[in-house]
């Protein structure tokens, strides 16, 4: 029976991505698309046998033969290492949250404006430091990214959509 | 040769370079990066590849110069240190840094945390010098044998490298060829090299150029490390809440690769000759190491009970692969590692093309680059050594205060070199699709370093086949051509065999099943 996971929820994306790219390739020059249509059927029957290993464990016990890890044992401790570390999904949500804040704030407000914001944010709300503590890492951080980017390396930061805008009135 | 070395040791002791409004000795540029890949090696999670992804759009304005000693040294800088959480907290800082959980944990649970620690350093350091001067000798085998490779030959090197990482890399071998494959096509994006069509830019100008190098190496290591860290349950970087005291005699540990000298020496020639091989990295020749170490002594019931041997042997391993691993990324430009890829891409990016180029006429600079390596891994392991309780204590970091100033600086990286919030989007998304791929089982080495050798794969097979069309090139004429393609076979057909004929695994992956 075929089991619908995470797992090959990733690798059916995979190929339908790579599925996307052979169906573009297929409008280009003979020449331009001879190697990439090579790569690309190699790797779309990489990823349909994936898929099928993905979906149907019991095969994957018994052809045993595609699991190097058996073979070379080495990523044993790293598996276990980070066995320990598996990330739970309220945490990855969160995670990825806060990240996507981060993108939004920087284009709206710009990199000098949203960045103290978002270590002040991150580590009071996030991070449960207290407001003063909080304030003095945003602070400082402010100092840093000045100081060393736009003073030493003389890199001019984005000042945001608001800001340019504000700018333009 | 000679006046090469002596023109890169001038450079680097009697050197000056400008950095901003600052100038600064060249020496002082090693125990910088020393010091930024110590700090990111210990960080269980984050490593000198991290760190030196973070660096690049930084380093854009720099000159060459500074650019090689800083890189080549975070290079080396980390190897070390990522032993420290290995032993202490069996968490390896690095992956390669594994094989050292076996046996320096339990050696830190018997009170013998400095004498592990003092191991480690002194066959980290002395391993390292092993695979440098390899590399130095080796310098003039490769000047000859580069100069010796066609396209036909470039080609097959590149797909030798990529089968390897496929094969080795974390999860299985069909995931690694798929990773592979996929980081190949996002290569082929831009204008086609030859005939100059624009492929894989759904209709944008941004892609007009390929993927970025940058965004991709952010996403990738640095993006994705601190989503994995952000989504773990440790409050601290190695799961500690406090730094416990340490206990046993440091000057023993650094001493005893001498009591064990035979088996530093034939642990270091393995990591050498592993290091040269393309896609071959740290972990894989760590565990051999130790598997050899375990297997070859004759009292091996102490091993994964806190052997010291369990340690010297990984660590002389992982850290003199250093310099073989510069074999195929100096002669030829294939990188066999994520480090090794953000090495030569640094390179790359200040107008240093590695191979040909470099052998011939910049020699100097793969000497300055050798010196980088040394001086690191000599100086990660000194000062590791008197600061080790100060070092200690940053494997207690608060998790929730590393994460959000890593991602500020990822960020500002990928807008750093264009100006382009394009290139910041698609950290985000390399970021994303890292930490998916992490999740999953799919080796990001596997992608990254296809994408790198995207180029130097597709231009070399063309060149191949035209001058095979034209009647100038006859594959079965060509030596090195043929082995190589014998060896990719071999490569991705030996562990097929391997499972085929062992059932219940290898040796070692018995002994090291009891030992759990």
């Known amino acids: 029976m075929f089991h619908i996971t995470g797992r090959t929820l990733f690798t059916f994306s995979a190929l339908l991505f790579v599925a996307l790219l052979l169906w573009i390739s297929s409008g280009y020059p003979p020449r331009a698309r001879q190697v990439p249509d090579v790569i690309g059927w190699f790797t779309l029957i990489c990823l349909i046998i994936q898929l099928v290993l993905d979906g149907a464990p019991q095969l994957t016990a018994k052809l045993g033969v595609f699991r190097s890890d058996q073979l070379y044992p080495v990523d044993k401790q790293v598996r276990e290492a980070r066995a320990t570390e598996q990330a739970q999904g309220r945490l990855e949500v969160i995670a990825f949250s806060w990240l996507l804040f981060l993108l939004v704030g920087l284009v709206l407000l710009g990199f000098l404006v949203f960045i103290p914001i978002y270590i002040l944010c991150y580590l009071r709300f996030q991070a449960a430091h207290s407001w003063l503590r909080a304030t003095v890492y945003a602070g400082a951080t402010w100092l840093f990214v000045y100081l060393l980017f736009v003073r030493l390396f003389e890199i001019r930061l984005y000042t945001g959509m608001i800001l340019e805008r504000f700018l333009d009135l | ?516």
Request: proline share 4%; hydrophobic share 50%; charged share 10%.
């Open chain 2, 1 to 516: 040769m000679l006046d090469s070395f002596l023109q890169s040791s001038s450079i680097l002791f009697l050197g000056y370079s400008t950095i901003g409004f600052v100038t600064v000795p060249n020496f002082l540029i090693p125990i910088l990066g020393t010091l930024i890949g110590m700090f990111f090696g210990i960080l269980p999670g984050v490593s000198g590849i991290t760190a030196m992804a973070l660096l690049i759009p930084f380093t854009f304005s720099w000159d060459l110069i500074p650019t090689i000693l800083l890189f080549g040294s975070i290079y080396g800088g980390g190897t070390y240190c990522g032993s420290i959480t290995a032993i202490l907290v069996n968490i390896p800082g690095t992956a390669p840094n594994a094989a050292t959980c076996l046996d320096g944990y339990p050696m830190a649970r018997k009170g013998q945390a400095k004498t592990a620690l003092g191991a480690s350093a002194s066959a980290s350091a002395v391993g390292a010098a092993f695979g440098v001067f390899v590399l130095i000798a080796m310098l003039p085998v490769m000047r000859a044998t580069v100069l010796a490779f066609g396209p036909a030959e470039f080609f097959m090197l590149a797909v030798l490298g990529l089968a390897v990482i496929a094969v080795v890399s974390e999860g299985n071998m069909i995931k690694g060829l798929a990773a592979g494959g996929i980081g190949l096509l996002l290569a082929f994006s831009g204008r086609d090299p030859v005939t100059g069509t624009l492929r894989f830019t759904f209709g944008t100008l941004y892609l007009h150029d390929g993927i970025r190098l940058i965004p991709l190496f952010l996403g990738i290591f640095a993006v994705t490390e601190m989503i994995s860290l952000a989504a773990s349950s440790r409050k601290t970087i190695s799961g500690l809440e406090r730094v416990e005291q340490l206990t046993g005699s440091l000057w023993e540990g650094v001493f005893s690769i001498f009591r064990h000298f035979g088996l530093f020496v034939r642990s270091s020639i393995m990591g050498t000759i592993i290091g040269m091989i393309p896609g071959i990295g740290g972990t894989v020749a760590s565990f051999v190491a130790y598997g050899h170490a375990a297997q070859s002594a004759k009292d091996s019931g102490q091993f994964g009970k806190g052997d010291i041997r369990g340690v010297i042997a990984p660590e002389a391993c992982n850290d003199a692969k250093d310099g073989g691993s510069l074999v195929p990324v100096l002669a030829f430009g294939i990188p066999g590692s994520e480090g090794a890829a953000l090495v030569m891409v640094a390179m790359i990016l200040h107008g240093l093309i590695p191979g040909q180029e470099l052998m011939t006429k910049n020699l100097h600079l793969a000497f300055l680059l050798i010196w980088a390596l040394f001086l690191s891994n000599q100086l990660t392991s000194i000062i590791g050594v008197m600061i080790i309780n100060q070092v200690v204590r940053a494997t207690v970091i608060r998790t929730q205060l590393l994460v959000p100033f890593i991602f500020v600086l990822a960020v500002i990286g990928a807008y750093a070199e264009r100006k382009a919030l394009g290139d910041v989007l698609l950290t985000f998304i390399f970021g994303t699709i890292g930490y998916l791929m992490k999740k999953n089982e799919y080796p990001r080495v596997s992608l990254v370093i296809a994408l790198i050798l995207g180029e130097l794969f597709e231009v070399n097979f063309r060149q191949a086949m035209r001058l095979h069309e034209f009647g100038r090139l006859d594959f079965f004429d060509r030596p090195i051509f043929l082995a190589l393609v014998a060896l990719t076979l071999v490569s991705l057909l030996y562990p097929v065999y391997r499972a085929w004929r062992s059932k219940s695994g290898t040796d070692l992956h018995r002994h090291l099943a009891g030992k759990t």
